[in-house]
């Protein structure tokens, strides 16, 4: 909406409830890992932790299909590449492609990744889909040439601790975060060219907090998506490869790659885990979610794009600021909580303990352009929304109608929707 009209869409959300008679239980699947409407709204995808995948009419409320053998293990995310195909992954090390019109069997299933599969992006622009696992590896799969037997695929990137893979809406861009606290920026990205070890440019490496060299800190194992903790044994970015020198003359190469650890309130002295990664819809700004190697906090934070060249060549400037930042509550330790903005970027959605919270980053649900503090701020708790009888894992704003979706450890999904 234009800024002029956001009035009212604030109102509406502002009035909304947790609809009961639209209430979707899942309790006999497992625990909710992911939520995801088509890009028309018309279905409501639901990950499961025991093998299934369900689908939803979110305004009728009434269930269309159970896909009860999908994977032959949790299933972690589902992303739609147009209105009609989807992708599943899941720590059966596969991705499957499904089609909406004939749902008794998957498209195709691709085989690549060592171990589980746990987050998938899409360029609509090269039809390039491309997936994170626990084994250190992005995957690259040509969804152009795609056969029953699969997709062409190619290993584009390999780090250690890998726990989420993002790309910008225009992807010029991929964010992939870590459980040792760090986060990687390949900026200029190039989707066609492969990245080994050592044979991509460092743009610039450094920290936010401290000096301290990359490969000198702490780490611990990552996490799977609404599961406990789990080690990962993929090997790291070399020492070799880090200290590369900065490669800036005549402009940024492309994949150039930037490392950085993000400030997190009350973690400077100590590691984090960042469990959650998702991007503004306009590209401005990268959402986290971050909790202490110990479990004792968990934060979300807002971080600003900085573009343009370095203030001063020697002392580059990191291209991430924190903007907005809050406190979330310290419950469902070793699961990783799911959040999201809302399509027009104004608005987050929060797992808060048994619900959920919407939070702007100012009390009138402002643009992030038109609020943009010079020192962090708080984020603002616009409403509390509590339907759930266990911790919430995962939520998601529906990106045509003013609903929300939210899953929980005990299988329960609930919609959210004004009332008045």
């Not at 896909?67 to 972690?76: G, K, T």
């Not at 799911?338 to 399509?343: I, T, V």
């Not at 009390?363 to 503090?373: G, I, K, W, Y």
């Amino acid at each position: 909406p234009a800024r002029d009209t956001f009035g009212a869409m604030t109102g509406l959300y502002g009035a909304i409830q947790p609809a009961d008679s639209v209430s979707l239980s899942t309790r006999t699947h497992g625990a909710v890992f992911n939520l995801e409407y088509s890009p028309d709204g018309s279905v409501l995808t639901v990950a499961c932790e025991q093998t299934e995948v369900l689908l939803f009419d979110p305004i009728s409320s009434k269930h269309i299909k159970t896909l009860s053998e999908a994977h032959e293990d949790c299933v972690n995310n589902i992303r739609f590449l147009d209105n009609r195909l989807f992708a599943t992954c899941s720590d059966d090390t596969t991705i499957a492609l499904w089609d909406l019109r004939k749902l008794n069997t998957k498209v195709c299933t691709l085989h690549g990744h060592t171990s589980w599969v746990k987050n998938i992006e899409y360029d609509t622009n090269t039809r390039l889909l491309v997936t994170s696992g626990f084994d250190g590896n992005v995957i690259i799969w040509d969804t152009n040439r795609c056969t029953e037997d699969g997709c062409p695929h190619k290993k584009f990137f390999h780090t250690r601790f890998l726990m989420r893979m993002r790309l910008t809406p225009d992807c010029s861009k991929m964010l992939i975060s870590t459980s040792s606290g760090y986060l990687l920026i390949l900026h200029d990205l190039d989707l066609n060219k492969s990245l080994e070890v050592g044979s991509y440019p460092i743009l610039r490496a450094r920290r936010t907090t401290s000096s301290s060299d990359i490969t000198s800190s702490g780490s611990s194992g990552p996490r799977a998506v609404g599961s406990p903790c789990h080690q990962n044994n993929s090997g790291l970015l070399s020492e070799k490869t880090l200290s590369r020198p900065s490669q800036r003359e005549g402009g940024s190469p492309r994949n150039s790659l930037e490392v950085l650890t993000p400030e997190v309130p009350g973690e400077r002295d100590r590691g984090n885990c960042i469990t959650s990664l998702q991007l503004h819809p306009k590209g401005w700004a990268t959402l986290l979610r971050c909790s202490s190697n110990t479990d004792d906090q968990e934060w979300t934070c807002v971080y600003e794009f900085q573009e343009g060249a370095p203030v001063r060549a020697v002392s580059p400037r990191c291209s991430l600021r924190l903007t907005h930042c809050i406190e979330e509550a310290n419950v469902g330790r070793g699961y990783i909580k799911e959040l999201c903005f809302s399509p027009d970027g104004r608005m987050i959605s929060s797992p808060h303990g048994f619900g959920i919270r919407l939070l702007g980053f100012d009390a009138h649900c402002s643009e992030l352009v038109d609020c943009l503090p010079r020192e962090a701020s708080p984020l603002r708790e616009i409403r509390s929304l509590y339907s759930h009888n266990d911790v919430v894992l995962t939520t998601k704003f529906s990106p045509t109608h003013c609903q929300i979706a939210s899953g929980c450890l005990s299988g329960r999904v609930s919609l959210y929707q004004p009332k008045f």
